[in-house]
C-alpha cells in the first residue's frame, strides 16, 4: 500500500494553491523576480473571539506569500518549497472586514535554500505583521 507521503510527493502543483483560495489572497504585483505583493480581506470566518483576525491566519497568509516568492526567484527552474522554519512577530490587530496586503522579498537565496523576509500591512499602511522563513527548494520532475 502506497502511503500518503509518497502519494503528496507525486502530485503536480495546484495553482493558485487550496490554501490561497481559502485565504481569498491574490497576487497584486509582481515587483521583480525577488519580491511579490499580496492581498486579502481578514473575513469573519478567520476571527477569534475577541472580533479581530486570528493571527495564524495571518501567518499562514505570510507563508503562502513568501513560498509563492521563493519559486519566482528561482525564474525558470521548476521546483517544489518547502517551508523549514518560520517566525512571525505579530504589531498591530487586524479588524474583520479590513483589507491587508504582504510584500514578500528574497532576502537571499541559492539553488537549495532561499531566506525570505515579509511585511503585512493594514489599509492605513501601518505594519499589522513582519515574518521571516526558510524556503527548501526542491526539483520538480
Do not use: H
Not at 490554501?19 to 477569534?48: H, Y
Not at 483576525?53 to 519559486?71: E, K, L, P
Not at 521548476?78 to 479588524?95: D, G, Q
Amino acid at each position: 500500500m502506497t502511503d500518503k507521503l509518497e502519494i503528496a510527493t507525486k502530485l503536480k502543483p495546484q495553482v493558485p494553491p487550496n490554501c490561497d483560495l481559502i485565504l481569498g489572497m491574490t497576487l497584486i504585483d509582481k515587483v521583480d523576480t525577488s519580491a511579490t505583493v499580496w492581498q486579502m480581506v481578514a473575513d469573519e470566518r478567520f476571527s477569534n473571539p475577541v472580533g479581530i483576525m486570528q493571527g495564524g491566519f495571518i501567518a499562514a497568509f505570510m507563508d503562502s506569500a513568501m513560498g509563492a516568492t521563493s519559486i519566482r526567484f528561482v525564474k525558470a527552474r521548476k521546483v517544489k518549497s518547502a517551508n523549514a522554519e518560520m517566525k512571525v512577530s505579530f504589531m498591530k490587530s487586524v479588524k474583520v472586514g479590513e483589507k491587508i496586503r504582504c510584500y514578500a522579498q528574497v532576502v537571499s537565496g541559492g539553488n537549495q535554500v532561499v531566506f525570505v523576509e515579509a511585511t503585512t500591512f493594514n489599509e492605513a499602511n501601518e505594519i499589522v505583521a513582519k515574518a521571516s522563513s526558510t524556503y527548501i527548494l526542491m526539483d520538480r520532475k
